[in-house]
């Protein structure tokens, strides 16, 4: 406590400079008035400066110990008491009015208020309380001192000249000091900010290159893995494999987070909107989240407003991206290990009077205290503590979620109370969009829900099967169902919500009886329950979630007013035909990488495609030249000739040989944004992140494969 603290408080080395200075400055001027004094031959003067040097002197000495904190107290304490004692000494000639206001501000130079504020305030009010009694001497009729000897006119004007100029000498030092410390700080503002935004680059260039390396070698992972489902897995072997496939793709959101906090910090995360159709976004990010729900033990629920429009205008990726951390996060803090009872996740979105597009994710979890709620969105916080902590996860979920709704001009409040669970409401504006709806008409369709018992089944329901003008009813016993008129029950569609097939059979046996035109819809929550047409008269959807497309198509199938898969199989010829045979269509693979190689020439085996492999741009260049290729696949960032040079070689050629353009598209581990645009920019045609998914893969190809006599001649 004596010595110095700027070890553990940098911030105090400033201070400790400017009491040195300062006592430096005493040091000389007392110096300069005693030898004054001694001239004068004034031994009361001479006593008094020898009060002031008591107070500076052994202030100088503790500085030199490096008992810098004891210095600065003393030094404060000790002149304030030295100029009371030169009051009271000196006699009704003291004027200390000069010297107190200077010493009343010394303290706040001295010592910093943030590390040591009840030395300051102490001395603060030390020093007010001398200052204020020295100056109220003469009004309360204090008697000060004994009258010193008569000092001659020339002295006294001396010495009253000399008080102004000290005083002016030393407000003046100490400014001309403050305005150099204030100079030399700014320069270290500079320097930091010029280190501050030299390391913002470095570590952007830093997540640049992590990304890439990351996902170069997860391609490979995903790759085969996709490549493992391809093949005929017994049951036992399916399950470690879904597993390593989501686990990989984990692995993906949490590099994506990371990037996305970086974009945060840069300032440089956007959205962009465009048309998007809101309903099976939602069902998509439902349907990729059930396997997460099923796992934790728990039901994810799908409510979709029958008055919400169809299209929006809305960044999908973006909202997609903030859906799914919301949805993860309910799904994991409401996981029956961690509540003791089966976890329900509700995602609900409603048309709020045409304004507003109100999206909540409601679950009955563990919930959150206060003092979590309140530092919830800053970066690398969780919903418990690390000590504790029993739920993975970077912490950037919500930050990132939270600047991206704001970016899209809308809001996101978290409601939650511990044990009792957590509601996040996303609001956003509602921009409708003109679109086509791509559900079937449905309307005057007779559907019976029987046996439902669940209140949130019930709602989704009427959600569902109002927005599509079918005449809903609910029966839940069989006698009441008994006495329903024959030619209505005969036309109906009848849903039978989730329960045993031992409970479900005889009660569908009894229906047919009573109404052999009737139709059927088995909801289940099994994964593994063989899906679609079942029987002639029942069809098998999934819940838990429903998703509307999945039932409103088997409604259609049923009451026929669209044909069954059966019907229309033969006639199913997407991607085939003469432009469309994978086999009349050679590939050239571009990729330095050699697992990436491999694992894109297995991607094309499987889709029946023949194809050629290079391993960089100058070894792809000379295959086109000498091959009859029609589409080439190609990394961008290679040794020799990279993909972006070969590109530029092959449209050069183009041109000159007055060809037909060749589709071309960029494989690349480089998913910053702003990369897919660079590529199109530079020629490109389309645009793969890895890793790359096979559905991608082949989707890309047939697109450019479809549309290749549309493209222009090169130019």
């Known amino acids: 406590m004596l010595g110095t603290r700027s070890h553990a408080f940098p911030r105090l080395n400033e201070r400790i400079r400017l009491s040195k200075f300062h006592q430096l400055q005493a040091a000389v001027l007392l110096t300069l008035w005693l030898g004054y004094f001694i001239w004068i031959g004034n031994t009361d003067l001479i006593k008094a400066a020898l009060w002031v040097a008591a107070a500076t002197l052994p202030a100088c000495i503790l500085h030199g110990l490096r008992w810098d904190y004891l210095a600065r107290v003393y030094w404060n304490v000790a002149s304030a008491l030295a100029v009371l004692k030169i009051t009271f000494s000196y006699g009704g000639d003291a004027t200390p009015e000069v010297f107190f206001f200077f010493l009343i501000g010394f303290p706040f130079l001295l010592f910093s208020l943030s590390e040591e504020r009840k030395t300051l305030i102490s001395i603060v009010a030390f020093q007010t309380a001398i200052g204020f009694f020295a100056l109220s001497m003469d009004f309360f009729g204090f008697q000060k001192g004994v009258p010193t000897p008569p000092l001659t006119e020339e002295q006294a004007r001396t010495i009253e000249w000399g008080i102004r ?32 935004n030299s390391a913002a680059r470095t570590k952007g260039e830093f997540l640049a290159n992590m990304s890439h390396e990351i996902r170069t070698p997860m391609n490979g992972v995903i790759g085969m893995i996709e490549i493992l489902e391809t093949m005929d897995l017994s049951p036992q072997q399916e399950r470690p494999v879904t597993t390593i496939r989501n686990s990989a793709f984990a692995l993906l959101r949490i590099l994506d987070d990371i990037l ?18 809101i309903r ?20 994810l629920r799908l409510l979709i407003d029958r008055k919400l429009p169809e299209w929006v205008m809305a960044d ?11 949805l993860s996060n309910s799904i994991k803090y409401s996981a029956k290990n961690l509540t003791g009872h089966k976890g329900t996740v509700v995602l609900k979105a409603r048309n709020h009077r045409d304004k507003l597009l109100v999206i909540t994710v409601k679950d009955n979890g563990i919930g959150m205290s206060d003092e979590v709620k309140e530092n919830l969105f800053e970066p690398f916080m969780q919903g418990e ?13 919500l930050v990132i979620s939270k600047n991206l709704i704001h970016l899209m001009g809308g809001d996101i409040r978290i409601e939650s ?66 006495r329903q008129a024959p030619d209505r029950m005969n036309r109906a569609v009848i849903i039978f919500p989730p329960m045993d097939a ?23 929550p099994v994964r593994s329950d063989r899906l679609g047409l079942i029987a002639p008269n029942t069809y098998r959807i999934q819940i838990f979630p429903m998703i509307t497309s999945e039932l409103y198509h088997a409604l259609a199938e049923l009451s026929g007013r669209v044909a069954r898969a059966s019907e229309t199989a033969e006639h199913d010829t997407a991607g085939t035909g003469p432009d469309h045979v994978p086999g009349d269509h050679r590939i050239l693979v571009v990729e330095d990488n050699e697992i990436n190689k491999a694992v894109l020439s297995k991607q094309l085996e499987i889709l029946g495609y023949p194809h050629e492999l290079a391993s960089d741009g100058m070894e792809g260049f000379a295959k086109w030249q000498m091959g009859d290729f029609s589409l080439v696949l190609t990394d961008c960032h290679m040794p020799r000739m990279d993909g972006f040079e070969m590109l530029a070689a092959i449209r050069t050629e183009e041109r000159q040989a007055d060809r037909q353009r060749l589709p ?52």
């Open 165 to 196: 100029i000290t005083v002016a000498s030393l407000l003046l030092i100490q400014m001309m000091y403050s305005s150099f410390l204030n100079s030399r700080a700014h320069a270290q503002a500079k320097a930091a900010l010029r280190e501050a």
């Open 260 to 277: 996305d906090a970086s974009k945060i910090d840069a300032g440089k995360l956007n959205v962009e909107k465009t048309k998007v159709e």
């Open 280 to 299: 099976p976004l939602l069902e998509g990010v439902s349907q990729t989240m059930q396997t997460m729900a099923d796992e934790k033990g728990g039901e």
């Open 316 to 326: 999908s990726g973006r909202l997609r991206q903030v859906l799914l951390n919301l």
């Open 385 to 397: 503590q690390s000590s504790r902590r029993r739920v993975g996860g970077t912490g950037l979920g």
């Open 417 to 482: 109370e511990e044990g009792e669970g957590t509601k996040a409401v996303i609001t956003l504006p509602l921009e409708p969009a003109d679109g086509p709806s791509r559900l079937p008409d449905l309307t005057g369709l007779q559907v019976v829900c029987f046996g439902v018992k669940d209140e949130l089944i019930r709602e989704g329901m009427e959600h569902i099967l109002g927005a599509g003008g079918v005449q809903n009813e609910f029966i839940d016993d069989m006698e009441y169902a008994e």
């Open 502 to 524: 031992t409970k479900r059979d005889p009660l569908q046996k009894r229906f047919e009886e009573l109404f052999p035109g009737a139709s059927f819809i088995h909801c289940s």
């Open 664 to 715: 071309v598209i960029a494989i690349t581990a480089n998913a910053l944004q702003g990369e897919a645009a660079k590529c199109i920019a530079a020629g490109m045609d389309g645009y793969l992140a890895k890793p790359v998914e096979l559905k991608a893969l082949e989707s890309q190809i047939l697109a450019l494969l479809n549309n290749r006599q549309e493209l222009p001649i090169a130019s």
